[in-house]
C-alpha cells in the first residue's frame, strides 16, 4: 500500500521560498505511468492543483503558479519536492502531495497535508 508523507515549515514569511518534500514509500515514484502531485486547498476554499512530476520526470505546472514553481525529485531517497518562490498570505494553505497512478486524473493516494501559513 503506497504512502505519502509530506514534511516541512509550517510558518513562512512573505516573499520567501517555501520548499516541502513528499516521501514516498510502498510504490516508486519511477513506476511507469505514474504521476505524482502537489495539491493545495486555502481555507475555506477548493482543492488547487499546483503540478506534478511524472514517472521519466517529465514536470508540468498550473499556468497560474508557474512563474513561482519548481518541483523536482530524488529517486535514489523515492520522495519528490515542491518549492515554491514569493510567498505572501493568499498561499496559506494544507499543502498536499498525491499519486495518480495511471495519468488519468485520479489522486487515489494522498499524503496527510500540512498547514503552511505565510505571515511575518
Known amino acids: 500500500q503506497v504512502q505519502l508523507q509530506e514534511s516541512g515549515p509550517g510558518l513562512v514569511k512573505p516573499s520567501q521560498t517555501l520548499s516541502l518534500t513528499c516521501a514516498v514509500s510502498?510504490?516508486?515514484?519511477?513506476?511507469?505511468?505514474?504521476?505524482w502531485s502537489w495539491i493545495r486547498q486555502p481555507p475555506g476554499k477548493g482543492l488547487e492543483w499546483i503540478g506534478y512530476?511524472?514517472?521519466?520526470?517529465?514536470?508540468y505546472y498550473s499556468p497560474s503558479l508557474k512563474s513561482r514553481t519548481s518541483i523536482s525529485r530524488d529517486t535514489s531517497k523515492n520522495q519528490f519536492t515542491l518549492q515554491l518562490s514569493s510567498m505572501t498570505p493568499e498561499d496559506t494553505a494544507v499543502y498536499y502531495c498525491?499519486?495518480?497512478?495511471?495519468?488519468?486524473?485520479?489522486?487515489?493516494?494522498w499524503g496527510q497535508g500540512t498547514q503552511v501559513t505565510v505571515s511575518s
Open positions: 510502498g510504490d516508486s515514484i519511477t513506476t511507469k505511468y505514474s504521476y
Open positions: 512530476i511524472g514517472y521519466s520526470g517529465s514536470i
Open positions: 498525491a499519486r495518480d497512478p495511471a495519468g488519468s486524473w485520479d489522486f487515489g493516494s
